[in-house]
Protein backbone atom coordinates (compact mmCIF):
# COMPACT_ATOMS: atom_id res chain seq x y z
CA UNK A 1 0.00 0.00 0.00
CA UNK A 2 1.45 3.45 -0.76
CA UNK A 3 2.95 5.63 1.95
CA UNK A 4 0.16 8.27 0.52
CA UNK A 5 -2.78 6.21 1.21
CA UNK A 6 -1.64 5.89 4.93
CA UNK A 7 -1.45 9.79 4.99
CA UNK A 8 -4.30 11.68 6.69
CA UNK A 9 -5.66 14.53 5.12
CA UNK A 10 -3.79 17.13 7.13
CA UNK A 11 -0.49 15.19 6.24
CA UNK A 12 -1.54 14.99 2.35
CA UNK A 13 -2.03 18.79 2.34
CA UNK A 14 0.97 19.59 3.98
CA UNK A 15 2.79 17.43 1.51
CA UNK A 16 1.10 19.10 -0.96
CA UNK A 17 1.90 22.34 0.42
CA UNK A 18 5.94 21.93 0.53
CA UNK A 19 6.10 20.74 -3.18
CA UNK A 20 3.57 23.65 -4.55
CA UNK A 21 6.22 25.86 -2.24
CA UNK A 22 9.38 24.14 -4.01
CA UNK A 23 8.10 24.81 -7.52
CA UNK A 24 7.44 28.31 -6.78
CA UNK A 25 11.56 28.68 -5.15
CA UNK A 26 12.47 26.71 -8.96
CA UNK A 27 10.45 29.22 -10.90
CA UNK A 28 7.51 26.84 -11.65
CA UNK A 29 4.47 29.78 -11.49
CA UNK A 30 1.93 31.34 -14.14
CA UNK A 31 3.95 34.73 -13.11
CA UNK A 32 7.61 33.22 -13.55
CA UNK A 33 6.26 31.72 -17.10
CA UNK A 34 5.33 34.65 -18.32
CA UNK A 35 7.71 36.56 -17.16
CA UNK A 36 9.90 34.40 -19.06
CA UNK A 37 8.04 34.08 -22.17
CA UNK A 38 8.21 38.34 -22.81
CA UNK A 39 12.25 37.86 -22.20
CA UNK A 40 12.22 35.10 -24.95
CA UNK A 41 10.47 36.49 -27.52
CA UNK A 42 12.57 39.88 -26.96
CA UNK A 43 15.62 37.06 -27.87
CA UNK A 44 13.59 36.33 -31.16
CA UNK A 45 14.25 39.81 -32.04
CA UNK A 46 17.30 40.34 -30.97
CA UNK A 47 18.43 36.65 -32.95
CA UNK A 48 16.82 37.78 -35.42
CA UNK A 49 18.65 40.92 -36.09
CA UNK A 50 22.12 39.42 -35.65
CA UNK A 51 21.12 36.77 -38.08
CA UNK A 52 20.05 39.29 -40.49
CA UNK A 53 23.48 40.97 -40.31
CA UNK A 54 25.65 38.30 -40.56
CA UNK A 55 23.64 36.52 -43.32
CA UNK A 56 22.60 38.54 -46.03
CA UNK A 57 19.72 36.49 -46.99
CA UNK A 58 16.92 37.57 -44.42
CA UNK A 59 14.93 34.98 -42.11
CA UNK A 60 12.67 34.90 -39.25
CA UNK A 61 13.96 33.64 -36.22
CA UNK A 62 11.72 32.49 -33.20
CA UNK A 63 12.82 30.96 -30.08
CA UNK A 64 10.99 27.72 -29.47
CA UNK A 65 10.40 24.86 -27.21
CA UNK A 66 10.52 25.34 -23.55
CA UNK A 67 12.08 28.23 -23.86
CA UNK A 68 9.77 29.77 -25.86
CA UNK A 69 7.12 28.22 -23.71
CA UNK A 70 8.41 30.57 -20.71
CA UNK A 71 9.07 26.53 -18.94
CA UNK A 72 13.07 26.88 -18.90
CA UNK A 73 15.29 28.07 -15.62
CA UNK A 74 18.77 28.03 -15.86
CA UNK A 75 20.69 25.85 -18.09
CA UNK A 76 17.92 23.14 -17.59
CA UNK A 77 17.07 23.00 -21.29
CA UNK A 78 18.41 23.37 -25.22
CA UNK A 79 17.34 26.40 -26.84
CA UNK A 80 15.67 25.75 -30.28
CA UNK A 81 15.62 28.37 -32.33
CA UNK A 82 13.24 28.31 -35.60
CA UNK A 83 15.31 29.75 -38.77
CA UNK A 84 12.26 30.25 -41.27
CA UNK A 85 12.59 31.54 -44.73
CA UNK A 86 9.71 33.11 -45.96
CA UNK A 87 10.07 33.61 -49.76
CA UNK A 88 9.81 29.98 -49.85
CA UNK A 89 5.80 29.34 -49.45
CA UNK A 90 4.18 25.26 -49.19
CA UNK A 91 0.77 25.40 -49.70
CA UNK A 92 -2.25 22.55 -49.15
CA UNK A 93 -3.68 24.01 -52.46
CA UNK A 94 -2.64 26.67 -54.42
CA UNK A 95 -4.57 29.48 -55.72
CA UNK A 96 -4.17 30.49 -59.17
CA UNK A 97 -5.35 34.27 -57.28
CA UNK A 98 -2.16 33.68 -55.01
CA UNK A 99 0.36 32.80 -57.55
CA UNK A 100 -0.45 35.22 -60.23
CA UNK A 101 -0.80 38.59 -57.95
CA UNK A 102 2.49 37.30 -55.27
CA UNK A 103 5.74 38.16 -56.55
CA UNK A 104 7.17 38.10 -53.36
CA UNK A 105 8.05 34.33 -53.31
CA UNK A 106 10.90 33.05 -54.74
CA UNK A 107 10.23 29.25 -54.91
CA UNK A 108 6.81 27.82 -53.96
CA UNK A 109 5.41 24.13 -53.41
CA UNK A 110 2.63 21.97 -53.10
CA UNK A 111 2.39 19.38 -50.89
CA UNK A 112 1.80 16.78 -51.83
CA UNK A 113 0.22 13.56 -49.52
CA UNK A 114 1.21 10.39 -51.72
CA UNK A 115 2.77 7.54 -49.78
CA UNK A 116 3.65 9.36 -46.88
CA UNK A 117 3.32 8.74 -43.28
CA UNK A 118 0.48 11.17 -41.25
CA UNK A 119 2.02 14.18 -40.71
CA UNK A 120 4.41 14.53 -42.74
CA UNK A 121 4.45 15.65 -46.64
CA UNK A 122 6.74 16.04 -49.71
CA UNK A 123 7.05 19.06 -51.81
CA UNK A 124 6.49 19.16 -54.79
CA UNK A 125 7.85 22.90 -57.22
CA UNK A 126 5.12 24.53 -58.81
CA UNK A 127 7.36 28.04 -58.89
CA UNK A 128 10.94 28.79 -58.92
CA UNK A 129 12.26 32.33 -59.89
CA UNK A 130 15.19 31.94 -61.73
CA UNK A 131 15.62 35.70 -61.90
CA UNK A 132 15.37 36.47 -58.31
CA UNK A 133 18.09 39.48 -57.44
CA UNK A 134 21.19 38.75 -55.34
CA UNK A 135 21.26 37.27 -52.78
CA UNK A 136 18.26 35.21 -53.11
CA UNK A 137 20.08 34.10 -56.82
CA UNK A 138 21.83 31.93 -53.81
CA UNK A 139 18.99 30.78 -52.39
CA UNK A 140 17.58 29.26 -55.65
CA UNK A 141 20.95 27.81 -56.63
CA UNK A 142 20.14 25.58 -53.44
CA UNK A 143 16.70 24.79 -54.00
CA UNK A 144 18.06 23.54 -57.82
CA UNK A 145 20.58 21.56 -55.84
CA UNK A 146 18.13 20.13 -53.31
CA UNK A 147 14.91 18.99 -56.58
CA UNK A 148 14.62 15.57 -57.47
CA UNK A 149 14.26 14.89 -61.35
CA UNK A 150 10.27 15.24 -61.18
CA UNK A 151 10.65 18.52 -58.67
CA UNK A 152 10.10 17.08 -55.47
CA UNK A 153 12.34 18.64 -52.73
CA UNK A 154 14.78 16.95 -50.62
CA UNK A 155 15.39 17.06 -46.84
CA UNK A 156 19.01 16.65 -47.17
CA UNK A 157 20.31 19.65 -47.90
CA UNK A 158 20.71 23.10 -46.27
CA UNK A 159 18.82 25.27 -48.49
CA UNK A 160 18.70 27.94 -45.29
CA UNK A 161 22.48 29.60 -45.33
CA UNK A 162 22.05 30.51 -41.92
CA UNK A 163 22.07 26.99 -40.93
CA UNK A 164 25.05 25.55 -42.32
CA UNK A 165 26.55 21.89 -41.55
CA UNK A 166 28.92 22.21 -38.96
CA UNK A 167 29.64 26.00 -38.82
CA UNK A 168 31.94 25.19 -41.88
CA UNK A 169 31.15 29.29 -43.29
CA UNK A 170 30.69 30.82 -40.31
CA UNK A 171 33.70 33.97 -39.69
CA UNK A 172 35.96 33.09 -36.79
CA UNK A 173 36.62 36.08 -34.85
CA UNK A 174 37.21 35.62 -31.58
CA UNK A 175 37.31 33.63 -28.52
CA UNK A 176 33.82 32.39 -28.57
CA UNK A 177 33.58 31.47 -32.25
CA UNK A 178 36.61 29.25 -31.57
CA UNK A 179 34.85 27.43 -28.81
CA UNK A 180 31.56 26.85 -30.91
CA UNK A 181 31.12 22.85 -30.50
CA UNK A 182 28.53 21.79 -33.81
CA UNK A 183 27.06 18.52 -33.76
CA UNK A 184 25.99 16.05 -35.93
CA UNK A 185 22.75 17.11 -37.88
CA UNK A 186 19.83 15.58 -35.56
CA UNK A 187 16.67 15.26 -37.55
CA UNK A 188 15.58 18.93 -38.73
CA UNK A 189 18.27 20.68 -36.38
CA UNK A 190 21.41 21.81 -36.33
CA UNK A 191 23.28 21.41 -32.95
CA UNK A 192 25.67 23.59 -31.42
CA UNK A 193 27.29 24.02 -27.75
CA UNK A 194 27.69 27.52 -27.38
CA UNK A 195 30.08 28.65 -24.92
CA UNK A 196 28.82 30.93 -22.32
CA UNK A 197 30.91 33.69 -20.54
CA UNK A 198 31.47 31.88 -17.15
CA UNK A 199 34.56 31.82 -14.57
CA UNK A 200 37.72 30.72 -16.86
CA UNK A 201 37.80 27.44 -14.78
CA UNK A 202 33.97 26.63 -14.93
CA UNK A 203 33.39 26.62 -18.66
CA UNK A 204 29.52 26.21 -19.33
CA UNK A 205 27.68 25.48 -22.95
CA UNK A 206 24.25 26.57 -23.75
CA UNK A 207 23.18 24.02 -26.43
CA UNK A 208 21.58 25.39 -28.92
CA UNK A 209 19.31 23.60 -31.91
CA UNK A 210 18.80 25.74 -35.17
CA UNK A 211 15.45 24.37 -37.16
CA UNK A 212 14.97 25.30 -40.60
CA UNK A 213 11.52 25.81 -41.92
CA UNK A 214 9.06 26.84 -44.53
CA UNK A 215 5.54 28.51 -44.04
CA UNK A 216 2.71 26.39 -44.67
CA UNK A 217 -0.26 27.10 -45.65
CA UNK A 218 -2.64 24.07 -44.52
CA UNK A 219 -5.60 25.54 -43.24
CA UNK A 220 -7.87 22.51 -42.95
CA UNK A 221 -5.83 20.83 -40.28
CA UNK A 222 -6.52 23.51 -37.49
CA UNK A 223 -9.64 24.16 -38.57
CA UNK A 224 -10.16 20.73 -37.70
CA UNK A 225 -8.49 20.61 -34.72
CA UNK A 226 -10.77 24.34 -33.81
CA UNK A 227 -14.24 22.48 -34.43
CA UNK A 228 -13.27 19.38 -31.70
CA UNK A 229 -12.04 22.13 -29.00
CA UNK A 230 -14.78 24.48 -29.47
CA UNK A 231 -16.75 24.60 -26.40
CA UNK A 232 -14.25 22.81 -23.87
CA UNK A 233 -13.02 24.53 -20.66
CA UNK A 234 -9.49 24.44 -22.03
CA UNK A 235 -8.05 26.00 -24.19
CA UNK A 236 -10.06 28.83 -23.59
CA UNK A 237 -12.21 29.99 -26.73
CA UNK A 238 -9.76 32.96 -27.13
CA UNK A 239 -6.39 30.82 -27.23
CA UNK A 240 -8.48 28.38 -29.49
CA UNK A 241 -9.02 31.50 -32.01
CA UNK A 242 -5.14 32.27 -31.80
CA UNK A 243 -4.10 28.59 -32.60
CA UNK A 244 -6.64 28.11 -35.70
CA UNK A 245 -4.87 31.58 -37.37
CA UNK A 246 -0.86 30.55 -36.32
CA UNK A 247 1.31 29.60 -38.98
CA UNK A 248 2.49 25.98 -39.16
CA UNK A 249 5.88 25.07 -40.83
CA UNK A 250 7.53 22.18 -42.99
CA UNK A 251 11.05 20.97 -41.30
CA UNK A 252 13.34 19.07 -43.22
CA UNK A 253 13.09 15.14 -41.96
CA UNK A 254 11.09 12.19 -42.78
CA UNK A 255 9.53 9.31 -41.09
CA UNK A 256 12.66 7.22 -39.96
CA UNK A 257 13.14 4.36 -42.12
CA UNK A 258 10.45 4.95 -43.84
CA UNK A 259 9.97 4.93 -47.44
CA UNK A 260 10.82 7.95 -49.36
CA UNK A 261 12.13 9.02 -45.78
CA UNK A 262 14.78 11.72 -47.71
CA UNK A 263 11.27 13.51 -49.98
CA UNK A 264 9.06 14.09 -46.82
CA UNK A 265 8.80 16.96 -44.34
CA UNK A 266 7.27 17.18 -41.22
CA UNK A 267 4.12 19.18 -40.64
CA UNK A 268 5.24 21.57 -37.35
CA UNK A 269 2.50 22.97 -35.04
CA UNK A 270 5.27 24.36 -33.10
CA UNK A 271 3.58 27.96 -32.71
CA UNK A 272 0.04 26.30 -31.82
CA UNK A 273 1.85 24.71 -28.96
CA UNK A 274 3.60 27.38 -27.56
CA UNK A 275 0.26 29.12 -27.66
CA UNK A 276 -1.52 26.23 -26.10
CA UNK A 277 1.24 25.74 -23.13
CA UNK A 278 1.36 29.46 -22.93
CA UNK A 279 -1.91 29.45 -21.90
CA UNK A 280 -1.87 26.75 -19.06
CA UNK A 281 -2.83 27.33 -15.78
CA UNK A 282 -0.11 27.37 -12.36
CA UNK A 283 -1.67 23.79 -11.80
CA UNK A 284 -1.34 22.77 -15.73
CA UNK A 285 2.43 24.60 -15.39
CA UNK A 286 3.83 22.79 -12.39
CA UNK A 287 2.31 19.24 -13.51
CA UNK A 288 4.20 19.92 -16.56
CA UNK A 289 7.25 21.02 -14.97
CA UNK A 290 7.27 17.50 -12.42
CA UNK A 291 6.52 15.27 -15.35
CA UNK A 292 9.35 16.51 -17.27
CA UNK A 293 11.41 15.56 -14.36
CA UNK A 294 10.04 12.40 -13.59
CA UNK A 295 10.39 12.21 -17.82
CA UNK A 296 14.43 12.79 -17.27
CA UNK A 297 15.37 10.98 -14.06
CA UNK A 298 13.21 7.57 -14.15
CA UNK A 299 11.44 7.28 -17.59
CA UNK A 300 14.30 8.05 -19.79
CA UNK A 301 16.65 5.29 -17.81
CA UNK A 302 14.00 3.03 -18.74
CA UNK A 303 13.57 3.89 -22.40
CA UNK A 304 15.33 6.31 -24.24
CA UNK A 305 12.51 6.86 -27.01
CA UNK A 306 9.84 8.45 -24.51
CA UNK A 307 9.96 12.02 -25.18
CA UNK A 308 8.98 15.42 -23.70
CA UNK A 309 6.64 15.63 -26.99
CA UNK A 310 4.86 12.46 -25.67
CA UNK A 311 4.68 14.43 -22.41
CA UNK A 312 3.65 17.47 -23.80
CA UNK A 313 0.42 15.96 -25.82
CA UNK A 314 -0.35 13.92 -23.27
CA UNK A 315 -1.07 16.89 -20.91
CA UNK A 316 -2.80 18.19 -23.47
CA UNK A 317 -5.76 15.63 -24.23
CA UNK A 318 -5.79 14.89 -20.15
CA UNK A 319 -6.23 19.14 -20.12
CA UNK A 320 -8.81 19.22 -23.08
CA UNK A 321 -10.84 16.31 -21.13
CA UNK A 322 -11.50 17.66 -17.56
CA UNK A 323 -14.66 19.71 -17.68
CA UNK A 324 -13.09 22.77 -15.06
CA UNK A 325 -8.96 22.55 -15.92
CA UNK A 326 -8.92 25.98 -13.78
CA UNK A 327 -10.32 24.52 -10.61
CA UNK A 328 -7.89 20.88 -10.61
CA UNK A 329 -5.20 20.77 -7.55
CA UNK A 330 -1.86 20.17 -9.53
CA UNK A 331 -1.32 16.51 -7.87
CA UNK A 332 -4.22 15.50 -8.87
CA UNK A 333 -3.62 16.87 -12.74
CA UNK A 334 -0.07 14.95 -12.04
CA UNK A 335 -2.04 11.90 -10.96
CA UNK A 336 -4.41 11.84 -13.96
CA UNK A 337 -1.67 12.56 -16.79
CA UNK A 338 1.00 9.67 -15.31
CA UNK A 339 -2.40 7.46 -15.32
CA UNK A 340 -3.16 8.39 -18.82
CA UNK A 341 0.53 8.16 -20.15
CA UNK A 342 0.49 4.29 -18.61
CA UNK A 343 -2.59 3.56 -20.46
CA UNK A 344 -1.14 5.18 -23.53
CA UNK A 345 1.72 2.62 -23.20
CA UNK A 346 -0.51 -0.29 -22.60
CA UNK A 347 -2.34 0.40 -25.73
CA UNK A 348 0.81 1.34 -27.27
CA UNK A 349 -0.84 4.55 -28.94
CA UNK A 350 -0.82 7.83 -28.55
CA UNK A 351 -2.95 10.58 -30.81
CA UNK A 352 -1.35 13.54 -31.98
CA UNK A 353 -2.76 16.06 -30.44
CA UNK A 354 -3.30 18.04 -33.95
CA UNK A 355 -3.57 15.13 -36.17
CA UNK A 356 -5.64 12.20 -34.18
CA UNK A 357 -5.00 9.82 -36.80
CA UNK A 358 -1.00 10.21 -36.18
CA UNK A 359 0.47 7.49 -33.52
CA UNK A 360 2.95 9.34 -31.44
CA UNK A 361 3.47 5.76 -29.69
CA UNK A 362 4.73 4.14 -32.74
CA UNK A 363 8.40 4.15 -31.11
CA UNK A 364 10.97 1.38 -30.89
CA UNK A 365 9.81 0.14 -27.40
CA UNK A 366 11.03 -3.52 -26.61
CA UNK A 367 8.60 -5.24 -24.61
CA UNK A 368 10.74 -5.72 -21.98
CA UNK A 369 10.67 -1.53 -21.59
CA UNK A 370 6.95 -1.53 -22.30
CA UNK A 371 6.35 -3.75 -19.14
CA UNK A 372 9.41 -1.94 -16.80
CA UNK A 373 7.79 1.45 -17.77
CA UNK A 374 4.48 0.06 -17.03
CA UNK A 375 5.49 -1.11 -13.49
CA UNK A 376 6.89 1.98 -12.79
CA UNK A 377 3.95 4.48 -13.90
CA UNK A 378 1.61 1.65 -11.94
CA UNK A 379 3.30 2.48 -8.53
CA UNK A 380 3.50 6.17 -8.40
CA UNK A 381 0.23 6.43 -9.96
CA UNK A 382 -0.67 5.62 -6.42
CA UNK A 383 2.06 8.30 -4.87
CA UNK A 384 4.33 10.65 -7.49
CA UNK A 385 6.74 11.47 -4.57
CA UNK A 386 7.97 8.42 -4.35
CA UNK A 387 9.48 9.62 -8.31
CA UNK A 388 9.41 13.47 -7.32
CA UNK A 389 11.75 12.50 -4.14
CA UNK A 390 14.38 11.14 -6.09
CA UNK A 391 14.55 13.72 -8.89
CA UNK A 392 17.92 16.23 -7.77
CA UNK A 393 16.19 19.54 -7.27
CA UNK A 394 13.06 18.05 -5.36
CA UNK A 395 15.47 15.72 -3.13
CA UNK A 396 17.93 19.14 -2.53
CA UNK A 397 15.20 21.75 -2.24
CA UNK A 398 14.24 19.27 0.95
CA UNK A 399 17.73 18.86 2.38
CA UNK A 400 20.15 21.15 1.88
CA UNK A 401 20.89 23.20 5.20
CA UNK A 402 21.31 26.40 3.15
CA UNK A 403 19.84 28.18 0.02
CA UNK A 404 22.70 28.88 -1.36
CA UNK A 405 22.54 26.34 -4.16
CA UNK A 406 19.18 27.88 -5.24
CA UNK A 407 20.60 31.58 -5.41
CA UNK A 408 23.87 29.95 -7.39
CA UNK A 409 21.14 28.37 -10.17
CA UNK A 410 18.73 31.75 -10.03
CA UNK A 411 22.01 33.36 -10.24
CA UNK A 412 22.48 31.64 -13.75
CA UNK A 413 19.15 31.81 -14.77
CA UNK A 414 19.45 35.63 -14.36
CA UNK A 415 22.51 36.25 -16.12
CA UNK A 416 21.69 34.40 -19.17
CA UNK A 417 17.79 35.92 -19.16
CA UNK A 418 19.48 39.06 -18.93
CA UNK A 419 21.64 38.82 -22.36
CA UNK A 420 18.00 38.00 -23.62
CA UNK A 421 16.04 40.71 -22.25
CA UNK A 422 18.24 43.90 -23.58
CA UNK A 423 16.68 45.70 -26.56
CA UNK A 424 17.09 44.41 -29.99
CA UNK A 425 19.97 47.46 -30.84
CA UNK A 426 22.13 46.75 -27.53
CA UNK A 427 22.20 43.00 -28.01
CA UNK A 428 23.55 43.43 -31.64
CA UNK A 429 26.58 46.02 -30.02
CA UNK A 430 26.80 43.27 -27.34
CA UNK A 431 26.96 40.23 -28.78
CA UNK A 432 29.11 41.46 -31.88
CA UNK A 433 31.96 42.84 -28.93
CA UNK A 434 31.71 39.87 -27.37
CA UNK A 435 32.20 37.71 -30.33
CA UNK A 436 35.79 39.39 -30.68
CA UNK A 437 36.84 38.49 -26.84
CA UNK A 438 40.19 37.15 -27.22
CA UNK A 439 40.37 35.15 -24.16
CA UNK A 440 37.89 33.35 -21.94
CA UNK A 441 38.46 35.85 -19.38
CA UNK A 442 37.96 38.88 -21.80
CA UNK A 443 35.09 37.15 -22.36
CA UNK A 444 33.54 36.96 -19.36
CA UNK A 445 34.49 40.34 -17.70
CA UNK A 446 33.35 42.27 -21.24
CA UNK A 447 29.96 40.53 -20.40
CA UNK A 448 30.04 41.65 -16.41
CA UNK A 449 31.11 45.15 -17.16
CA UNK A 450 27.82 45.66 -20.07
CA UNK A 451 25.07 43.03 -19.20
CA UNK A 452 24.10 43.43 -15.54
CA UNK A 453 24.38 47.10 -15.62
CA UNK A 454 21.56 47.55 -18.41
CA UNK A 455 19.05 45.24 -16.08
CA UNK A 456 20.13 47.39 -13.01
CA UNK A 457 18.78 50.23 -14.92
CA UNK A 458 15.05 49.07 -15.41
CA UNK A 459 14.74 45.67 -14.64
CA UNK A 460 13.25 44.65 -18.13
CA UNK A 461 9.95 42.31 -17.64
CA UNK A 462 10.45 42.46 -13.48
CA UNK A 463 12.74 39.15 -13.51
CA UNK A 464 15.99 40.28 -12.45
CA UNK A 465 15.63 40.15 -8.51
CA UNK A 466 18.78 38.87 -7.46
CA UNK A 467 20.90 41.00 -10.24
CA UNK A 468 19.44 44.31 -8.92
CA UNK A 469 20.17 43.33 -5.41
CA UNK A 470 24.23 42.25 -5.44
CA UNK A 471 27.30 44.10 -6.73
CA UNK A 472 29.11 42.42 -9.59
CA UNK A 473 31.40 40.98 -6.81
CA UNK A 474 29.16 39.65 -5.15
CA UNK A 475 28.16 37.73 -8.26
CA UNK A 476 31.40 36.96 -9.43
CA UNK A 477 31.73 35.27 -5.69
CA UNK A 478 28.11 33.36 -5.94
CA UNK A 479 29.40 31.95 -9.29
CA UNK A 480 32.52 30.85 -8.21
CA UNK A 481 31.50 29.46 -4.72
CA UNK A 482 28.58 27.68 -6.73
CA UNK A 483 31.11 25.74 -9.06
CA UNK A 484 33.85 24.98 -6.50
CA UNK A 485 30.68 23.06 -4.19
CA UNK A 486 29.33 21.60 -7.89
CA UNK A 487 25.90 23.45 -7.90
CA UNK A 488 26.54 23.68 -11.81
CA UNK A 489 25.99 20.00 -11.52
CA UNK A 490 23.33 19.39 -8.91
CA UNK A 491 20.79 22.89 -10.09
CA UNK A 492 21.22 23.13 -13.55
CA UNK A 493 20.88 19.78 -14.85
Same mark, same amino acid.
Given at each position: ?????????????????????????????????? $??????????????????????????????????????????????????????????????????????????? /?????????????????????? &??????????????????????????????????????????????????????????????????????????? &?????????????????????????????????????????????????????????????????????????????????????????????????????????????????????????????????????????????? $?? $?????????????????????????????????? &???????????????????????????????????????????????????????????????????????????????????????????? /?????????????????
Amino acid at each position: MSVWYEMDDKQKTERKKKLYDILNHLGYSKVCCN $QRIKIYDNASRCLERVSNRNWFVPVNVTVLGSRGEGMAVALGSDMDVLMLQPAVKCFETLSLTYKEENDRDVAIF /ELNFSDVPEGYAKLHLKTLKDA &SPYPYSRLVTRIKGALTSDGFLQNNQRIIESIENGGQTVRLEGWPTTHNMYGHINGPAQPLQYPLPCPEKYQQYL &SIDYVAAFPCVYPSLLNDWFERVRGKSWPSLETSIKVKHSDLFVVPVGLAESDEEVLQWRISFTLAEILLVRSFHDAQIKAYALMKMILKHELKPICMNITSYQIKNVLFWTSEKRQNIQKIDFYELLLEVITFLKDCIEAR $QL $QHYFIPSRNLMHVNISEEERSRLIAFLTKISWDP &SYALQRCPLICNMCTLPTDEGLVFRNMVDELMAAFFAVAPEQFDEIEHLLQGAQSSKEYFDFFMKRVPAIVRKNNPYGYFHLILSKRDDDID /EILNEGCKKGYQELWIK
